[in-house]
């Protein structure tokens, strides 16, 4: 399974860049997708997650300004970012989870200028 983030680059804060994480190599389901953002010098953290059923949960930093959601083929999730702040820069990395295996793509970086 291979994972393609993109949609990363220098965005103005209050912006709204959309993230896109697409999947390859598999026909299988995912159980989980997340987006999960690394920023300088600080541990990974959790920004958003979605199911395969659709239920979605969000970091508290992001609620109401993020959503992650699923394209029709369902091979693509994406995290669509409103009124970015600039402690919202970090790489973003996406992550697919099915039964015991989870794959992580590459990462995205998003740069906030203010």
């Known amino acids: 399974v291979q994972l393609q983030a993109s949609g990363g680059g220098l965005v103005q804060a209050g912006g709204s860049p959309r993230l896109s994480c697409a999947a390859s190599?598999?026909?299988?389901?995912?159980?989980?997708m997340g987006w999960y953002r690394q920023a300088p010098g600080k541990q990974r953290e959790l920004v958003a997650t979605?199911?395969?059923?659709?239920?979605?949960t969000y970091a508290d930093s992001v609620k109401a300004r993020f959503t992650v959601y699923r394209g029709a083929a369902q091979n693509t999730v994406y995290l669509q970012m409103d009124s970015l702040k600039p402690e919202d820069a970090a790489v973003y990395y996406c992550?697919?989870?099915?039964?015991?295996?989870?794959?992580w793509g590459q990462g995205t970086l998003v740069t906030v200028s203010s």
């Open positions: 992550k697919r989870s099915y039964l015991v295996n989870d794959y």
């Open positions: 190599g598999t026909t299988l389901p995912f159980s989980v």
């Open positions: 979605i199911t395969r059923s659709g239920s979605t």
